[in-house]
């Protein structure tokens, strides 16, 4: 089974009624040194997280950020990877960060994923 197999029905049980999975993407989150590797997706209201060990809620999230609490955005990328980082900065006081590489194996659509998904918080 693929990433996108297994990513797309992980992040679509998050989803609430009308809203549409857009730009899903491979990733890590890191919070206060923890590190969880996780899918990412992006509706009009939220962003989805779907970790693959552990639990949001001990990293103080629940499955969904609404877009209306990111108070701070900051996007940088690696000096030699092909690998980005989204900071976030809630309005609860949390920094959230999600780590993702272009490339990953056995998902082809995670480069353009990746771009739209981070061209939304630039």
């Known amino acids: 089974m693929t990433f996108y197999e297994q990513m797309v029905p992980a992040l ?3 989803l609430k009624t009308g809203e549409i999975l857009e730009t899903p993407i491979y990733g890590t989150l890191i919070r206060k040194g923890d ?3 996780g899918y990412f997706g992006l509706t009009n209201a939220a962003i ?3 970790l693959l060990q552990g639990s ?3 990293l103080g999230l629940s499955g969904r950020i609404p877009l209306n609490s990111i108070q701070r955005t900051n996007v940088r990328k ?3 990877l092909p690998v980005y980082i989204l900071r976030l900065e809630l ?3 949390i920094v959230i960060k999600i780590q993702a590489s272009k490339k990953v194996i056995g998902f082809d659509a ?3 994923n990746l771009d739209t ?3 939304c918080f630039q």
């Open 91 to 93: 309005a609860e006081g």
């Open 56 to 58: 949001s809620k001990k």
């Open 78 to 80: 690696r000096l030699f």
């Open 110 to 112: 995670q480069e353009k």
């Open 35 to 37: 590190h969880a590797f």
């Open 117 to 119: 998904f981070l061209s």
């Open 48 to 50: 989805l997280v779907a």
């Open 12 to 14: 679509s049980a998050l």
